[in-house]
């Protein structure tokens, strides 16, 4: 089993900044792309960057600029730096990493369970 657990997510001022990590665990081989994404209340799920084990990245375009996504490969964590925060990036925050199997040497992605981001104006 894979266990994704994320923190740093709060309240926080608009203008403000967070920094998210997320540390994944358990049995794999190795861990390919690693990302974040948001859900906010009524919408859906949405990319917000990701990060593969090269260190290539991806933003959401309407993020890009404020955003930073990092990771260490050696603990097997990545992190999203985020500034310049605004109300409209309140949401759930989830980590998500596609993992190779030690068992099966399948690829498979798995979800952590999300924190919260606030962001009062």
């Known amino acids: 089993q894979v266990q994704l657990v994320e923190s740093g997510g709060g309240l926080v001022e608009a203008g403000g900044s967070l920094r998210l990590s997320c540390a994944a665990s358990g049995s794999f081989a190795s861990a390919n792309t690693m990302g974040w994404y948001r859900q ?3 919408k859906e799920r949405e990319l917000v960057a990701s990060i593969t084990s090269g260190g290539s990245t991806n933003y959401a375009d309407s993020l890009n600029g404020r955003l930073t996504i990092s990771r260490n490969s050696a603990k097997n ?10 109300s409209e990036d309140t949401a759930v925050y989830y980590c998500n990493a596609h993992v190779l199997s030690r068992s099966t040497y399948r690829w498979n992605d798995y979800w952590g369970r999300g924190t919260q981001v606030t962001v009062s104006s």
Request: zero cysteines; glycine letters at 8%.
């Open 77 to 86: 964590t990545v992190y999203l730096q985020m500034n310049s925060l605004k």
């Open 40 to 42: 906010a209340p009524g």
